[in-house]
Structure formats: C-alpha cells, structure tokens
C-alpha cells in the first residue's frame, strides 16, 4: 500500500503577501498537486506567475495562510517541534539560481559541504564526514583535489555542482531546483540538466524543476504543472504539455519558445 | 544588388588585456562588415570574447585592454585613435548599445521621462520642451504608454520587460546607424523575449540601421539575424548566412553548438554537451584552439592557425577540414537529422 502514497501531496494552498493595509497580493491560490516517489515535476510560467513562491512554500521558507502540504504522512503547515523541523529541512532542500549568492565565498568547498552534516549528522567520526563529502564530489563531478578551494575559483558550472553537493549531503528526498540553469550558458545547462537527470537515478531523488524555460522544462520533467498569476492552470505529462496543450495561455508560452526559422 | 551601404567595419581586429595573471588575448583576428538595414548575430559561449568586441566598437575596453593590431572603421575613417571627445560624437549618436540588464543602464535616482530627454538635448541640441515631446513619441514606439505618470515614473516602478523597452528606447532617440544588442533578453522570460524580439524587427525596419546581435541562443538569433558569426577563443571560426549556418555547417564548433539545441533531443536520450571547457587566452597554445575538444582535430589543428576557406562568397570557414588534401568527415548523425526535418520544415513553408 505504501506505493500508492505520494511524496508530497499539495493541497488547497493559498498565499497572499500584505502590500499595504489595503492592498494583498494573491501569490497563490488554491494550488492542489501531488508528486510520486521518483518523479521529476516542472513548474513553469512567466516571471512573477507564483512558480518560485510555490517552491518556497514547500521548503517552508514562505508560509501559506490555508492549505496542507504533506511530505509522506507529516503535515509540514503546521506547529513543528525543532525536531519535526530539522527533519524536514534534512528531506526537502533547495537549490537556487545564482550559485554565488548561495554559497559563502568565505569557506572552502569542504567546509561548505561537511556544515549539513554537522547539522544532520553531527555524532559521525570527523574522517568519515570527509570521506563523505569526497565521494559526493565525485559523484556531482567535481575533482575532489578541489576541496580546500573558494568559491570564487570556480567556473559557473562547477559553482552549479557545488551548491547540487551540498543539497545532496543528507539524501535529501525532495530537491527543489528552482531556475537553477537560467544563469548558465546553453552547453553548461546540458551537463547540469544531464547531472540532474543520473542523480535522480542514483539517489531514488524526486524533483520540482521550476523554470520559465518549456523546452528544457520538457526535457528533464516526467510531468508539468503550468502557473499563471498563482492559478495552477494546467498539470499533464511533459509530452502532453509540449505537443498537445490545452490551455491558451500555455499554448502562448509554447509559441514563445524561440524557434530556428529560416527565411 | 548595387553597392553594398556599409556603415562600419572591423578589419583583423586584435585585442590584448592586460591582467594580473598575464596578458589575455580577448580577440584575435576578428573582420566584420556592418551594413545598413541588416543583422549580424554574434554567437559563441561566455569567454569567447564576443562582447569585448562589441564593447571595441563604442570605444569601451576595459582598464589594461588595448587594441594591438588592427583597424575599427566607421564611415571608411578609423576610429581606434580617437579622442575623447570625437569619441563622444560618436557614441550613443551614431552607434548605440542596449545591455542584457537594463536595471543597471538606466539611473535608479532620475525619472525615466527625465533621461531619454537629457539624451536628446545633449545629442541633438533641442530645447527641454521639444525632447519631451520626442521622448513621448519614443515611449510610443517601443509599445509603452506615452502618459504624463509614464514619463514622470522611476526604473524601478517598470518590470523586466518594460524596463529593455526603455532602454532601447533610449538607444535609438538619436537614430543611431549601428545598434549593438548585448544580450539583450537573457535576463527576460521566454514570452517578454519574444516581445522584444519582435519590436527590435520593428524598428530596424523603420530606421534602417545595422544590427549587431550578441547571444549564445542560436534558436533566437536565427529569427532576425541575415548573417550568423560563430565565435571560438576570440576568433570567428565560422561566418555565414544564417540558412547556411543551419543548412550546410561546416565547422566542427558549429556542429557542436547546432547539436546542443534542446528542441531537437529525443527526451530519453542524454543531453549532447561539449566536452571540456573553453580555453583561458593567456598565452594560448598554438593552432586551432577548439581541437582540444573536438573530436575531428587533425594533426595540422595542432600546429597551425587553419586560414579561412571560401565554401560560397557569402560563407566563410576556419578549419582545416576544408583544406583539399584533408579526409572527408561526416557530421553526428543526431545534426544530420536536424537538418533533414528543418530542410523538410522549408520546403513546407516555400510551397504554401
């Protein structure tokens, strides 16, 4: 029976944010989806849509007004002890799109990596952190004779892998990626979205993959929910998005997608 | 066609910037012809030097960059070794630039009315009362509203999209003859990119000037581009049309980057990436330098700088697989079958 069970399962959740005493803005409203064990699943819209707000919201870092979020069988909107929260953050993390923002640039990529597991699992002898973190490069694609480096000395792409390693520490069961390629350039957003795709398999990881970019969007998602003005409008397969959309506003957002047209 | 109405032009252009770590050879060899009412788009990944070109044309090289070899000409007179002041004639009258961010191109502290007219006051020496009038025939243009709140607003009350608006707004108060669009829409979403896009085509149509367009998205720059530069380690390894570059590439880069196009990937396939990263241009090994990721490098790639081949008049190659005495290579089968469908896709469009 514990199949049938989503990972996380999102329902009724509406957010507004106070603007003035007068003014509310409705970021989301009434937003039900849920996500299987395993699943990759793409947010997209434009700018300002509630897509990243959405994101926000799982990882507990903005909080809904009604609604219930549930990661399994706990319910994550409501009065946790420290405890119930540090589990949480330890299963759901986040990575986001300027990787330099996100990282310290005062700390060494093995600092910034053995801090979750300081966190999560502080009680383990100091060399097998180590060790740990080693495999980890490895495992992003990262050379780990790279760990006593700074931020500063990394090319965008492997900053990317950083903040991915980091995210990863504790196996977390829910990665929210939220434009984490718009920064990048066309072939580094390949080896990111490619790196995305095998850790999937390797960790059993499930995904949210918010992004305003469709077809990337498609690539990587095994189903697409499409927001506009924090209403979910449409949620389907990739390829049922992609080739047969049936909302307007997500067939605009397909006509967007720069297309190579020669004259 | 009769004789060609070229605005600017750069021949052999050599950059050198002077760092820290040792002198960066940003462009090297670059030769580019502007002409009126067409586009040039600029492709190459971040690092290539792309932009360092463009900023060359505005006479804006960066502290310890220094043109070391090579001619900029603008109405057939060299601008490189001009003044300060002839340079400012030139700037933003003649040519202009839009920016990939606009939030910083426009002043945070000055209403927006208050800069596009300041431009045309200095620029074309009217009076306060005209340039407002101008500037709101401006705003007009470029699809915003020309209302007094419009005028009187600040940057930050503009979105993204709104806010490129203006500052191609701006760019293009005083007619310039060369636009240069630095990636103009990476900081845009898909749909306020496609807005953008379209009104850029606009107003080309009605000024009439030269573009040159900067991006590494060739999906994008194929809907307004005439002709497509490939750019490799600041130089152009591949300049042809743009139906050229699609249709009959030649260059193994322009292979790779054709490849990375998401559109075309079969979804349970592993993305096509380029192996390895660009090189760094502080003295940089000799040869072509894309060979250390390609796998169709010959042993001549190594050793020497392949010179251009002339495959038609109007495409040009550098690569040494289009020597005569070099073997016949394919390109990746993937490519092949994306040219098929796009070949198959114009012949659709030319019988309707």
Not at chain 1, 155 to 172: D, E, F, K, V, Y
Not at chain 2, 30 to 43: C, M, P, Q, R, W
Not at chain 2, 232 to 253: C, D, M, N, S, W
Request: charged share 20%; net charge neutral; glycine share 6%.
């Amino acid at each position: 029976m514990n199949n049938t069970i989503p990972l996380l399962s999102v329902q009724n959740v509406s957010l507004s944010f106070k603007q003035s005493r007068h003014h509310q803005v409705h970021a989301l409203k009434n937003i039900s989806f849920s996500i299987k064990q395993g699943e990759i699943f793409g947010l997209v819209g434009e700018s300002g849509s509630g897509k990243s707000t959405m994101g926000r919201a799982i990882a507990r870092l903005v909080t809904p007004q009604t609604g219930s979020i549930k990661l399994e069988t706990r319910e994550l909107l409501c009065k946790m002890t420290s405890k119930e929260r540090l589990d949480s953050s330890r299963d759901i993390q986040m990575i986001f799109q300027d990787p330099m923002s996100a990282l310290n640039p005062k700390w060494t990529v093995m600092q910034m990596l053995l801090e979750p597991l300081h966190i999560h699992q502080g009680k383990l002898p100091k060399q097998e952190k180590e060790d740990t973190v080693f495999t980890m490069m490895q495992q992003v694609g990262l050379d780990p004779a790279f760990a006593n480096r700074y931020v500063h000395e990394f090319s965008g792409g492997q900053r990317q892998r950083i903040s991915i390693a980091r995210a990863l520490m504790n196996r977390p069961k829910l990665l929210i990626c939220d434009e984490s390629i718009a920064a990048l350039d066309l072939s580094i957003q390949a080896q990111i979205v490619n790196l995305l795709k095998s850790l999937r398999e390797q960790f059993n990881l499930s995904m949210i993959f918010i992004s305003h970019d469709l077809s990337m969007v498609h690539y990587i998602s095994d189903r697409i929910g499409v927001i506009y003005k924090g209403d979910l409008l449409e949620i389907a397969d990739a390829d049922t998005i992609y080739y047969h959309p049936q909302h307007d506003y997500t067939k605009s957002l397909l006509h967007a997608i720069p297309k190579i047209t020669l004259v | 066609m009769d004789k060609k109405d070229i605005i600017a032009k750069i021949d052999n252009l050599h950059i050198d910037i002077k760092t820290q770590a040792g002198i960066i050879q940003a462009v090297r060899g670059v030769s580019l012809d502007f002409e009126a009412h067409k586009t040039i788009g600029l492709i190459g990944e971040s690092g290539s030097g792309k932009s360092m070109m463009a900023r060359t044309l505005l006479g804006l090289l960066p502290a310890g960059g220094a043109i070391t070899s090579g001619h900029i000409y603008y109405n057939n007179t060299p601008i490189e070794t001009y003044t300060q002041r002839q340079w400012r004639n030139l700037r933003g009258k003649e040519i202009a630039m839009i920016f990939q961010d606009p939030m910083h191109a426009l002043n945070p502290l000055m209403t927006i009315g208050k800069q596009l007219s300041e431009a045309i006051v200095i620029s074309q020496k009217v009076s306060w009362k005209l340039a407002k009038i101008q500037a709101l025939d401006l705003l007009k243009k470029v699809g915003l509203e020309a209302t007094p709140e419009r005028y009187h607003s600040y940057p930050h009350q503009y979105s993204g999209g709104m806010r490129q608006r203006i500052a191609i707004a701006m760019a293009l108060s005083c007619k310039p003859k060369l636009l240069i669009c630095d990636e103009p829409t990476t900081a845009l979403d898909v749909s306020t990119q496609a807005q953008i896009i379209e009104l850029i085509i606009k107003l080309q149509k009605e000024y009439g000037m030269a573009i040159l367009f900067i991006s590494h998205d060739l999906s994008l720059v194929s809907q307004m581009a005439d002709e497509i530069a490939i750019v490799y380690a600041g130089r152009i390894v591949e300049h042809a049309t743009t139906k050229e570059i699609f249709l009959q590439p030649k260059h193994p880069y322009t292979w790779a980057l054709l490849s990375a196009i998401v559109h075309f990937q079969p979804k349970n396939e592993v993305l096509y990436t380029i192996e390895g990263s660009p090189p760094l241009l502080i003295n940089p090994p000799k040869g072509d330098l894309f060979s250390y990721r390609s796998e169709y490098a010959l042993d001549i790639d190594f050793q020497e700088n392949p010179p251009f081949f002339e495959v038609s008049p109007t495409h040009r190659v550098a690569s040494w697989l289009q020597d005569p005495r070099a073997p016949s290579v394919t390109m990746p089968k993937l490519l092949q079958k994306q040219i098929q469908i796009l070949r198959s896709q114009q012949e659709g469009n030319f019988h309707e």
